[in-house]
């Protein structure tokens, strides 16, 4: 497998594969785009049927179209994995290209190995019954399990109708446009006494093309993507009340156990905020400690500004020092694990008397640095009785926090390995087959030679 996984990046230049090298008119299409989650919350990875047709001239491209998707965020969302749907809405015959579904099965089942968390065939017709018990027959056991037929009703046992167009009745209103690229809904926290609106119209709609252009830059380190305009939230009210309220804040919160060693940050914790039902349980902290040689310029941004309060969510950091951000849940609102927060960061080499306003419209966007953080959800505990209950409840979230991160590493180690003793096996046998053609050839001299000494 791991032979025919190289085969296939060497054949095709996956590493080489940006949204340059695609033709455009397959983007404008809107036929596959990454947007939205599912209940568990997994990416969702749309495939629009219907759009689909089939051309011996563009097979090359389309897996390369493909293959640009998958890639892309395998680097922003490493070891995450997707929930693919087929949206068959209005498709035929004439939609349907078995080499082409092969071929997207194929980069689940060996180019992207659990990379699926389940495949979603929406609104099937039933002329296209065989075509999928054909496609059955190329999946494995553990691969037919993740495979779900939906109708338009069923499909919001997987997917919350949020994230669901309406044509398959849901809610949500985004529509497939481009450019840009579909990217993370990252809006505008709340900050303590609500959002912050910019000083006037001009910077808000200059700050809504900035987002958009940022969230399209390069993948800095681990980043995922979804579509709607944004709103910076420029909050450079740094004042020596607000520092001293938010440390206040910041005592009484869980501090995270791990770390992410950025370019200009570190980040704590590493992947994931932790919320719960409990009271110690609806807030998180965020430490940032700055790495850099300079001060860095920071903001938080979160999929769901309607639910979270972010503070400071704008700020800058001294070289050496950190900065303690608290995240709380706004009134009874509940964190869910499509729920996603982006830190974006900047150096400021020349400081001055520069306002972090006019800072994040002039820095290039090839000098911002982004780290994503998801949600985990705790499960629910009973009220804690004692003070020494409490302890015992925070400690056992921190632990299996910890747990939660380990297990994550050992299941990337383990992929790791495996490809590994797949690939020495592979030249253990080239090495015997080696070792037998020697040892032919020593044989047939040994031969020859005593073919050469016998009397004529």
Request: charged letters at 25%.
């Amino acid at each position: 497998m791991i032979d025919e996984s190289l085969l296939w990046r060497k054949e095709f230049g996956i590493n080489d594969v940006s949204e340059s090298t695609v033709p455009r008119w397959m983007f404008e299409t809107g036929a596959v785009y990454l947007h939205g989650y599912d209940k568990e919350g997994n990416k969702l990875f749309w495939f629009k049927v219907k759009l689909h047709v089939k051309d011996a001239k563009s097979v090359v491209d389309k897996k390369k179209y493909i293959a640009f998707w998958l890639e892309r965020y395998a680097k922003k969302e490493p070891g995450m994995p997707l929930t693919v749907v087929f949206d068959m809405t209005d498709s035929g015959i004439s939609n349907i290209d078995m080499d082409f579904v092969k071929y997207v099965v194929n980069c689940f089942k060996v180019y992207y190995p659990k990379f699926l968390s389940k495949m979603i065939i929406v609104d099937m017709p039933w002329i296209m019954n065989a075509a999928w018990k054909i496609v059955k027959s190329w999946l494995g056991p553990e691969a037919i399990a993740k495979l779900k037929f939906a109708s338009k009703a069923e499909v919001q046992t997987f997917i919350d109708p949020e994230y669901l167009p309406p044509h398959l009745g849901g809610t949500d209103p985004f529509k497939y446009t481009y450019p840009p690229l579909p990217d993370d809904d990252f809006q505008t926290p709340l900050c303590e006494n609500g959002p912050i609106v910019s000083e006037d119209d001009t910077e808000s709609k200059e700050g809504e093309m900035e987002s958009r252009d940022t969230l399209e830059s390069s993948y800095n380190s681990e980043i995922v993507a979804k579509p709607k305009k944004v709103n910076f939230l420029e909050d450079s009210l740094r004042s020596d009340d607000g520092e001293r309220d938010t440390t206040a804040k910041a005592k009484g919160v869980r501090k995270p156990q791990t770390t992410f060693k950025g370019l200009l940050l570190d980040v704590s914790p590493a992947e994931e905020l932790s919320f719960g039902s409990g009271e110690n349980e609806k807030k998180c902290l965020i430490v940032l400690s700055n790495v850099a040689k300079n001060q860095v310029a920071f903001k938080v941004r979160t999929t769901a500004p309607e639910k979270y309060r972010v503070k400071p969510s704008s700020s800058s950091c001294e070289p050496g020092a950190s900065v303690d951000i608290v995240v709380s849940l706004h009134g009874g609102s509940q964190a869910s694990p499509q729920d996603r927060f982006l830190i974006m960061a900047a150096e400021m080499e020349n400081v001055g008397s520069q306002e972090l306003a006019q800072f994040w419209k002039e820095v290039p966007k090839t000098k911002i640095t982004e780290h994503r953080l998801r949600c985990h959800i705790l499960d629910s505990v009973k009220p804690a009785v004692s003070p020494r209950r409490d302890s015992l409840q925070e400690t056992s979230a921190s632990g299996q926090q910890e747990l939660s991160t380990a297990l994550m590493r050992v299941m990337a180690c383990n992929s790791r390995l495996e490809q590994k003793m797949n690939s020495c096996l592979w030249v253990q046998k080239v090495l015997t087959g080696l070792v037998l053609v020697l040892l032919v050839l020593n044989l047939q001299c040994l031969y020859l030679l005593g073919t050469a000494q016998r009397p004529s």
